[in-house]
């Protein structure tokens, strides 16, 4: 089972950046497509972006042009870089496997205005 662990998040004002990184166990983390997702209060968790085992990158709409999820499979780590953010990005961020629906146990990532 593969474990994983964010770190990065923070308090930054509006128009900052942060990068968050996914630290993960195992030997499989290189097979595995990952993501990030995000839960603000009184909202429900929203996927923000994939990555495949091989590098494909998709990114909800709220964060395209702003967002890059990228993975070194080599370290066992995935990042999230974080540009341009805005107060309604403020939530906990979690990364994780979508297909087997593991996340870690989240970063919190706060915008001020």
């Known amino acids: 089972q593969v474990q994983l662990m964010e770190s990065g998040g923070g308090l930054v004002q509006a128009g900052g950046s942060l990068r968050l990184s996914c630290a993960a166990s195992?030997?499989?983390?290189?097979?595995?497509?990952m993501g990030w997702n995000r839960q603000a209060p009184g909202k429900q968790r929203e996927l923000v972006a994939v990555i495949t085992s091989d590098g494909v990158t998709n990114y909800d709409v709220s964060v395209k042009g702003r967002f890059s999820i990228s993975r070194d499979n080599a370290k066992n780590t995935m990042y999230l870089q974080m540009n341009s953010l805005k107060p309604e990005d403020t939530a906990v961020y979690y990364c994780g496997i979508p297909h087997s629906n593991s996340w870690g146990k989240g970063t919190q990532v706060t915008v001020s205005s």
């Open positions: 195992g030997s499989i983390f290189s097979l595995l497509a």
